[in-house]
């Protein structure tokens, strides 16, 4: 587990202060995949390069498997680094080194203490790049290079693995390509991942819970479900217009409801009970990681609506007046 309290990080130029991370809280659990959303600038690499000990906070201490991270002693610096993986949005690759030798290389830093060509040979498969091991990444596509990047991250079977904005330069299709290989991953590995990143598609894909950030502080800290069906911070409320039904006419209500209750006829009971009309405005699904959420943006017109919005209710479809 990764425990960072009260961090905070700050920087002086000519003798301004800039406070790039404020007062920052967060617990990171064992093979959980931890989204970190937000826009450019709101601290989210200024935090990573903490966690993984490339900076040093201004205040505050970080916590890993209950060994306090100081800085001022390379052992618990190699210590850390060894449990810790890193993919980066450029890849970060040794451009005269092939693909072979880019996975070979953690290993001999950290001295790998068994067979090396058995731990690349094994890496190249679960990655998908063994016809590529001796090509060199310029003749590589972005996806394929982020593969080997992947491979060289997990090589020395790190515990966690920090992601900083790794599909932010590929194409849709590439994106969810490596999102797909990194959720296998985590099925087989069980790595705890932290990905960062400012596409809220992103984490909508791969993601159990997502800390939002905004102007260096933590904003919001949220299961990926609320983030979509009950987001609190302006932040998160920006982030979602794009997946949100615009409207500013009268009466209209953002129903929610999952796979658990999606084959009920819990609708159709509800207008014949309390006599109500349904305008359908406008519906979609959600797909997240572990679950499908439907929107359903209706108008509500009878006497009875108040009764039938707390029947939906008791019959576990959220139900939000809607505005926007
Ligand atoms: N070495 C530095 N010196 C001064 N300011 C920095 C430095 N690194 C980052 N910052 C500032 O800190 C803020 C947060 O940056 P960063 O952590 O890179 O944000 P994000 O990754 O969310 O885009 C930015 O305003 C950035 O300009
Ligand atoms: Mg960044």
Known sequence: MIELKAISKNYTHNKQTFHALSDVHLS?????????????????????????????????????DGYVLDMQKQK???????????????????????VYDNIKLPLDIAKYPSDKE????????????????????????????????IARALANHPKVLLCDEATSALDQK??????????????????TIVF???????????????????GGRIVEDTPIKE??????????????????????EPHVYELVYNHKNSDDTILS??????????????????????????FLYVQFFGKQTDEAIAYLRAHQVEVNPYAI
């Open 118 to 149: 058995t731990r690349i040979l094994e890496l190249l498969d679960l990655v998908g790049l063994t016809d590529k091991k001796n090509m060199y990444p310029k003749s590589l596509s972005g996806g394929e290079r982020q593969r080997v990047g």
């Open 269 to 294: 009971d509800c207008i014949k009970q309390f006599h109500i009309d349904v305008n359908i405005k406008y519906a979609k699904t959600l797909e997240l990681k572990s679950e499908t959420i439907g």
């Open 227 to 248: 983030l979509f069906v009950n987001p609190k911070s302006e932040v998160s409320k920006s982030l979602l217009q794009a997946f949100k039904y615009e409207t500013t």
């Open 28 to 64: 990171i659990q064992d093979g959980e995949i931890l989204g970190i959303l937000g826009y450019s600038g709101a601290g989210k690499s200024t935090l990573v390069r903490i966690i993984n000990g490339l900076i040093e906070p201004t205040h505050g201490t970080v916590t890993i």
């Open 196 to 214: 960062i990143t400012h596409q809220i598609e992103v984490v909508k894909a791969l993601c159990d819970r997502v800390v939002v950030m905004d």
């Open 76 to 98: 618990a610096i190699d210590r850390m680094r060894h449990s810790i993986g890193m993919i980066f949005q450029h890849f970060n690759l040794v451009h005269a080194m092939t």
């Open 174 to 191: 590439t994106s969810n390509d490596i999102l797909n290989l990194l959720k296998i991953i985590h099925e087989k590995t069980k790595v």
